[in-house]
């Protein structure tokens, strides 16, 4: 059963909303901020595209970020949190590597001053990553709104919960199964976003060199690609990058899947969606190789899917003022937003 608490404090309006998974979810609508923040699609908007004007990359790294946000305790904000003892930034797959929190700052700064404690960060980083799509040539879609933002991090649930690169397939659609995913269309679809961005040596270098012990190269890597990626790094462990796609790097297309056909996926998880025999995903590549529509159509339905992953548990949250920080209790109160979720108080 779903429900709010409203707690007063003597001195301050202190609200924390408590929500459950299917509350949090049936409250989601693309027209939460109708009345409360009509203009936060553009304003999220003109910031991505001055941003993408010196850092092109930005796109690929926003759209990331979603989804490292998503796959830690649901969609709530919590990677962007500095607390040195629980950050999530400096977990395994985010440290060095995750990036793009400068402009989810300047973001939150422009929505403060236009519609203040109304836009959650969390609802931030999932309109900048269909913003980023759209920018970089891919699908648009009614982006659910109305997330609230953690009151908390757990670096070590980002050690555990993200899939890494040289994960079996097996444990890749576990961990898409753990947050409630499709292991099938949800894990080829959501890899697709690989058809833009970076990635650095270490996380495909071992492909390179000596692969599994054998001496060899990975056997289901393109030797043509494969000479020119040793050339970009040389020796292994290096943070020299390249596209993670090599034909269109910079846009949003079908062609990721293209690549994987003739073996140029640049992660062995890219890889392994194709060339593992027998898999149920090397259908679905086949297919989104062959029509991009059907590919962006998936996509948008899994990128909301994803959107909709809450924790598990009951969670306690706020919109934050300023997404690296959880508010001081003082600071919060009741805003027309947060009492379009009020569906009962004790
Ligand atoms: C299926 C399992 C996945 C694995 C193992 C994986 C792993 C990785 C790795 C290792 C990188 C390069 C990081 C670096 O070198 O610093 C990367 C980059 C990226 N990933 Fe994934 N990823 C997965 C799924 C996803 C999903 C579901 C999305 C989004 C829907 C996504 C979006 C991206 C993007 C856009 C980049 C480029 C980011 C940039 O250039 O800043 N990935 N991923
Ligand atoms: C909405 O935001 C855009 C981009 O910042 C701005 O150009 C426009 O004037 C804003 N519109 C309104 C009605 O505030
Ligand atoms: C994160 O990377 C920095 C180097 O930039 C390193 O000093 C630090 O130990 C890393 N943190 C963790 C938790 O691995
Ligand atoms: C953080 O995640 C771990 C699982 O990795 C879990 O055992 C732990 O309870 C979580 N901590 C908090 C404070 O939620
Ligand atoms: C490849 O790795 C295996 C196992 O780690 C090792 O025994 C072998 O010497 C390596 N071969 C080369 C050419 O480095
Ligand atoms: C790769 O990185 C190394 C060390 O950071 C650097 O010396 C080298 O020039 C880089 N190579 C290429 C091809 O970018
Ligand atoms: C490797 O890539 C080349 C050039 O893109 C292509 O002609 C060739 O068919 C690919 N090899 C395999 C095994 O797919
Ligand atoms: C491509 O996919 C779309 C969406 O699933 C479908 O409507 C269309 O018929 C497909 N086109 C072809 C040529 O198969
Ligand atoms: C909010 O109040 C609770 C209970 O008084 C306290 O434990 C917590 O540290 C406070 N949090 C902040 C951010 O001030």
Redesign the pocket.
């Known amino acids: 059963m779903a429900f709010v608490r409203h707690i007063v404090a003597a001195l301050f309006y202190v609200v924390l909303l408590e929500r459950s998974v299917s509350f949090a979810q049936d409250q989601l609508t693309p027209t939460f901020y109708d009345q409360t923040c009509p203009n936060v699609t553009n304003i999220i908007r003109g910031i991505l595209l001055n941003a993408a004007i010196n850092d092109p990359r930005i796109t690929a790294s926003l759209v990331r970020l979603h989804f490292h946000d998503c796959f830690v305790q649901g969609c709530d904000g919590s990677i962007l949190l500095d607390d040195p003892d629980t950050t999530e930034k400096v977990a395994l797959p985010n440290n060095n590597s995750a990036r793009g929190y400068e402009v989810i700052d300047q973001m939150k700064a422009a929505l403060e001053n236009v519609c203040a404690q109304t836009v959650s960060c969390a609802d931030i980083l999932t309109i900048a990553a269909e913003e980023s799509v759209v920018l970089a040539g891919g699908p648009s879609w009614k982006v659910p709104l109305g997330r609230l933002d953690s009151r908390s991090a757990n670096r070590s649930l980002a050690n555990t919960a993200l899939p890494g690169f040289n994960e079996p397939l097996d444990d890749i659609k576990a961990k898409f199964a753990a947050v409630g995913l499709d292991t099938s269309v949800d894990v080829v679809a959501l890899s697709g976003a690989h058809t833009f961005g970076r990635a650095q040596c270490f996380t495909f270098d071992q492909r390179l060199y000596n692969f599994s012990g054998t001496g060899d190269q990975d056997p289901d890597l393109n030797e043509t690609l494969a000479a020119r990626l040793r ?2 790094c ?1 020796t292994v462990g ?3 990058l390249t596209n993670l796609d090599q034909t269109t790097p910079d846009v949003f297309d079908n062609t990721y899947f293209k690549n994987l056909q003739v073996e140029e996926g640049l992660l062995r998880s890219d890889q392994i969606l194709f060339s593992t025999q027998g898999a149920d995903t090397v259908g679905i590549v086949n297919d989104f190789s062959s029509n991009q529509t059907a590919f962006f159509e998936d996509f948008v339905e899994s990128m909301i899917r994803m959107g909709n992953i809450r924790p598990l548990a009951d969670v306690i949250g706020e919109v934050r003022l300023n997404c690296r920080v959880v508010n001081a209790n003082i600071s919060i109160a009741a805003t027309d937003a947060e009492d379009a979720r009020l569906v009962s108080s004790t």
């Open positions: 050339e970009i040389p290096l943070t020299n």
